[in-house]
Nanobody
Framework: VQLQASGGGLVQPGGSLRLSCAAS????????IGWFRQAPGKEREGLAS????????YYTDSAKGRFTISKDNAKNTAYLQMTSLKPEDTAVYYC???????????????????WGKGTQVTVSS
């Protein structure tokens, strides 16, 4: 089971980025997917998650209104579309997956079974 996050980079404040999370070794459709981030000196923070059972989505306050999580089952890839980026969004972004019927915390990532390597997002002028 592998997850690979990509799509990070340097973007100006107000800009947009789309992060991708490619899954291999398992079928993404059967798993809950979450996006998290961690800035230097700060704890890991949840952003968005999408349920495996009904596709329902959950957003934390940090992501509401600006970020959108989605999955493309045909490509076995999940996405995080980020808009109106701010300097405080600068962090390493991670995607994670939870096996069916696993209890996980969308705010912290506790309980997620698999984690990908992160991708750096830097918002700066």
């Amino acid at each position: 089971v592998q997850l690979q996050a990509s799509g990070g980079g340097l973007v100006q404040p107000g800009g947009s980025l789309r992060l991708s999370c490619a899954a291999s070794g398992f079928t993404l459709d059967n798993y809950a997917i979450g996006w998290f981030r961690q800035a230097p000196g700060k704890e890991r923070e949840g952003l968005a998650s999408i349920s495996s059972s009904d596709g329902s989505t959950y957003y934390t306050d940090s992501a509401k209104g600006r970020f959108t999580i989605s999955k493309d089952n045909a490509k076995n890839t999940a996405y995080l579309q980020m808009t109106s980026l701010k300097p405080e969004d600068t962090a390493v972004y991670y995607c994670a997956a939870a096996e069916p019927h696993t209890d996980y915390d969308g705010n912290t990532g506790d309980g997620m079974d698999y984690w990908g390597k992160g991708t750096q997002v830097t918002v700066s002028s």
